[in-house]
């Protein structure tokens, strides 16, 4: 069964740190990778997706995820948070299913 | 356009009661998803429609029951509900199934008391 693992569930940063935030997937096929991000009181957005090409995705707001394939990883990346960046990121994994699993979750608060 | 609206935003039910949520979106998307989320936590699928039928469902109790009046539509029907059912209801629309990102609407906060 596919599975999706966040492993840092809350990360605290000072405003223009860099940010790295760590996502696995178990599963041995084809796999579409996205970063979703939940700001407080508002709903789940897409941040950015990974279908095929490029491992190094670019998405909104400055952020980037980068695929190795290898290490069955999807990270997050941005090289200055903001304190606007603060929200709840999920990393989430669709095997060519109807079914998108996603991770636990990671909080990331960031103080001015 | 992007958006996937949900009505009603809030919805408080007793036990007894029956009630609907509603999920419209005007993409052209032919997928549709019911998510549900508790606190802190990460959405769990419930429900999947792929051009108006019913492609999975996730062993969810039959006091939740979907329906897809449309391709636009998306509702669920809820009856004799727990308390435990009190969540975040999300809809979720994509292009088709299995290679396309979903789109979440803002959800419906349901308390069942």
């Known amino acids: 069964a596919q599975s999706v693992s966040q492993h840092n569930h809350h990360v605290i940063l000072s405003e223009a740190a860099s940010l790295e935030l760590g996502c696995n997937y178990s599963y041995g096929g084809t796999v579409n990778l996205f970063w979703y991000v939940q700001y407080p009181g508002q709903h789940l957005q897409l941040l950015l997706k990974?279908?095929?090409?490029?491992?190094l995705v670019k998405g909104i707001k400055g952020f980037e995820a980068e695929f190795i394939k290898s290490k069955f990883s999807f990270n997050l990346r941005k090289p200055s948070v903001q304190w606007s960046d603060t929200a709840e990121y999920f990393c989430?994994?669709?095997?060519?299913?109807?079914?998108?699993?996603f991770g636990t979750g990671t909080r990331l608060q960031v103080f001015p | 356009d992007t958006e996937v609206t949900q009505t009603p935003k809030h919805l408080v039910m007793g036990m007894t009661n029956k009630k609907s949520l509603k999920c419209e979106q005007h993409?052209?998307?032919?997928?549709m998803y019911w998510y549900k989320q508790k606190a802190k936590k990460p959405p769990e699928l419930m429900f999947v429609?792929?051009?108006?039928?019913?492609?999975i469902n996730e062993s969810v109790p039959s006091r939740f029951s979907p329906e897809c009046p449309n391709s636009s539509l998306l509702n669920l029907h809820l009856h004799a509900l727990q308390p435990e059912d009190s969540a975040l209801y999300l809809c979720a629309s994509s292009a088709r199934t299995g290679v396309s990102e979903q789109y979440f609407g803002p959800g419906t906060r349901l308390t069942v008391t």
């Open positions: 990974y279908f095929s090409g490029d491992p």
């Open positions: 429609y792929s051009y108006e039928k019913l492609s």
């Open positions: 993409m052209g998307h032919r997928a």
């Open positions: 989430a994994v669709n095997g060519g299913t109807d079914k998108l699993i």
